[in-house]
């Protein structure tokens, strides 16, 4: 067997033991109990649902560029540069802080079931 074929072929054994170790519990295994004393717990988890923009993109660049714009109105010559890219900075920090706190009011809240190993 050449060198590439066995690293090939461990490198499918290690892939496969690895994916028979990530395992997903759902609520049927609540209470299940392992030889190593673990068991599987579930709890009730709130999750929010439909948000658009997850990671928060649009209000991030919004206030990029109102900071950029209020920054390029400060200052001259290398100033007003450093000013316009600090105020895009921190508008970009405030612009997603804002649409953060805006889905989190207005995002739908579901509530979900997730089961999970747990060892004592």
Same mark, same amino acid.
């Given at each position: 067997?050449?060198?590439?074929?066995?690293?090939?072929?461990?490198? !499918?054994?290690?892939?496969?033991?690895?994916?028979a170790? !990530?395992?997903?519990?759902?609520?049927? *295994?609540? %209470?299940? &109990?392992?030889? *190593?004393?673990?068991?599987?717990?579930?709890? @009730?988890?709130?999750?929010? &649902?439909?948000?658009? *923009?997850?990671? &928060?993109?649009? #209000?991030?660049?919004?206030? !990029? =560029?109102? %900071?950029?714009?209020? %920054?390029?109105?400060?200052?001259?010559?290398? %100033?007003?540069?450093?000013?316009?890219?600090?105020?895009?900075?921190?508008? #970009?920090?405030?612009?997603? @802080?804002?649409?953060?706190?805006?889905?989190?009011?207005?995002?739908d809240? =579901?509530?979900?079931?997730?089961?999970?190993?747990?060892?004592?």
């Amino acid at each position: 067997m050449k060198p590439t074929q066995r690293m090939l072929c461990m490198g !499918a054994l290690l892939a496969a033991s690895f994916g028979a170790v !990530a395992q997903s519990y759902g609520p049927r *295994d609540e %209470g299940r &109990r392992f030889n *190593d004393g673990s068991k599987v717990v579930c709890k @009730n988890v709130e999750v929010q &649902r439909n948000s658009r *923009d997850p990671n &928060r993109i649009t #209000g991030t660049a919004t206030g !990029a =560029v109102v %900071g950029g714009l209020i %920054g390029n109105q400060v200052g001259g010559g290398n %100033g007003k540069k450093l000013a316009t890219v600090a105020g895009a900075v921190a508008g #970009g920090a405030v612009g997603r @802080n804002v649409q953060g706190n805006h889905q989190q009011k207005s995002g739908d809240r =579901v509530v979900e079931r997730r089961c999970e190993r747990v060892y004592r």
